[in-house]
């Protein structure tokens, strides 16, 4: 699901009222696309704040740090170019502890809407699909060397494809004849399998929108990166516990990259991407590590939606690590 450009970030006034940014926190955006929430959460940094950007794609990264300047002239601004997966190792090496953080998991529009990105079925381009386009296997790449086996497991668990099977076979035999190299050839093949077995089921929705999904997730390893981000939380959280047990705190710069008491927000716009959140954040709550901020998922309203209709899908999670003096309880 695309994220919309930097002028209406979904759910921003939700996101600040969870992650309460106050003057002098250090702020992690894991995602900072064009920068839209990370404009809008800047100025309560107050001079001493610092805002760190990740992003893996570059453009996308240097057009977010323009616009978070712009925000906030004063604050301190770093720009990381990495997965975010990694954000938090990076974190460390600077010496940094993050008071808010924030995963936005969606796509930038920007993204979805450049043809030559390959992101999309509404736009014809290279079968591309990479968010770092410098690096890794690209989904041509995929559609060319997986086996039919393979393609139907990653349509099947990362599209939820009722055809999956279908489609796989499609594509070895297509690909035999002449490559796939572009979004309208793979898309093209979608269409006459679904349609032929039945098997969109909802008229609303392109036949070829789930397999686009399930390799756009495969080629940036988008769930391995959540599981990761959610890993490092849970460790995180430990370390806090563990030096509050002995009377002390544990900065950056013994073994952690979060701060006592700091918030971690997550959007999610499938079930792929919120059921994982919501497990490891329960699972935190379970276990002493962190406070619940939502009590459900926080979903955008009428007024959001009519206004940006990608926002729809959004659901946001949010937990406090530890014990916190401040911010907002129980939000919706």
Same mark, same amino acid.
């Given at each position: 699901?695309?994220?919309?450009? #930097?002028?209406?970030?979904?759910?921003?006034?939700?996101?600040?009222?969870?992650?309460?940014?106050?003057?002098?926190?250090?702020?992690?955006?894991?995602?900072?696309?064009?920068?839209?929430?990370?404009?809008?959460?800047?100025?309560?940094?107050?001079?001493?704040?610092?805002?760190?950007?990740?992003?893996?794609?570059?453009?996308?990264?240097?057009?977010?740090?323009?616009?978070?300047?712009?925000?906030?002239?004063?604050?301190?601004?770093?720009?990381?170019?990495?997965?975010?997966?990694?954000?938090?190792?990076?974190?460390?090496?600077?010496?940094?502890?993050?008071?808010?953080?924030?995963?936005?998991?969606?796509? #930038?529009?920007?993204?979805?809407?450049?043809?030559?990105?390959?992101? #999309?079925?509404?736009?014809?381009?290279?079968?591309?699909? @990479?968010?770092?386009?410098?690096?890794?296997?690209?989904?041509?790449?995929?559609?060319?060397?997986?086996?039919?086996?393979?393609?139907?497991?990653?349509?099947?668990?990362?599209?939820?494809?009722?055809?999956?099977?279908?489609?796989?076979?499609?594509?070895?035999?297509?690909?035999?004849?002449?490559?796939?190299?572009?979004?309208?050839?793979?898309?093209?093949?979608?269409?006459?399998?679904?349609?032929?077995?039945?098997? *969109?089921?909802?008229?609303?929705?392109?036949?070829?929108?789930?397999?686009?999904?399930?390799?756009?997730?495969?080629?940036?390893?988008?769930?391995?990166?959540?599981?990761?981000?959610?890993?490092?939380?849970?460790?995180?959280?430990?370390?806090?516990?563990?030096?509050?047990? @002995?009377?002390?705190?544990?900065?950056?710069?013994?073994?952690?990259?979060? #701060?006592? *008491?700091?918030?971690?927000?997550?959007?999610?716009?499938?079930?792929?991407?919120?059921?994982?959140?919501?497990?490891?954040?329960?699972?935190?709550?379970?276990?002493?590590?962190?406070?619940?901020?939502? @009590?459900?998922?926080?979903?955008?309203?009428?007024?959001?939606?009519?206004?940006?209709?990608?926002? @729809?899908?959004?659901?946001?999670?949010?937990?406090?690590?530890?014990?916190?003096?401040?911010?907002?309880?129980?939000?919706?």
């Amino acid at each position: 699901m695309a994220r919309p450009d #930097s002028h209406i970030p979904v759910l921003a006034r939700e996101v600040i009222e969870v992650l309460a940014p106050q003057p002098g926190d250090v702020l992690l955006d894991c995602t900072a696309g064009l920068g839209g929430h990370a404009a809008v959460m800047a100025p309560a940094l107050g001079h001493a704040g610092t805002m760190v950007l990740c992003d893996l794609d570059v453009g996308n990264l240097a057009r977010a740090e323009v616009v978070v300047r712009a925000a906030a002239p004063d604050i301190r601004v770093i720009a990381l170019h990495t997965n975010f997966a990694a954000a938090p190792q990076r974190l460390l090496e600077l010496g940094l502890a993050a008071d808010c953080v924030l995963g936005d998991l969606g796509f #930038s529009s920007n993204q979805m809407d450049t043809a030559a990105r390959g992101m #999309s079925f509404m736009r014809e381009g290279p079968l591309d699909m @990479r968010l770092d386009a410098s690096s890794g296997v690209s989904a041509a790449d995929l559609v060319a060397t997986l086996s039919g086996a393979e393609l139907e497991e990653i349509l099947r668990e990362y599209g939820e494809e009722r055809c999956a099977w279908q489609i796989a076979q499609k594509v070895v035999t297509e690909r035999a004849r002449q490559p796939i190299t572009t979004t309208a050839q793979l898309a093209a093949i979608v269409r006459s399998v679904v349609g032929r077995h039945g098997g *969109g089921g909802n008229a609303a929705i392109d036949d070829a929108t789930r397999t686009f999904q399930a390799l756009r997730i495969a080629v940036n390893d988008e769930l391995g990166n959540l599981g990761a981000l959610l890993e490092h939380v849970r460790r995180a959280a430990g370390v806090l516990a563990g030096a509050r047990g @002995r009377g002390g705190e544990a900065p950056a710069t013994r073994g952690t990259w979060l #701060s006592p *008491g700091s918030r971690v927000a997550i959007i999610a716009f499938h079930s792929l991407e919120d059921r994982p959140v919501k497990q490891a954040f329960a699972a935190l709550v379970e276990k002493g590590l962190a406070e619940s901020m939502t @009590r459900k998922p926080i979903t955008a309203g009428d007024e959001e939606i009519a206004r940006n209709p990608r926002s @729809r899908s959004a659901k946001l999670r949010a937990v406090r690590i530890g014990a916190a003096n401040r911010g907002v309880d129980g939000l919706h």
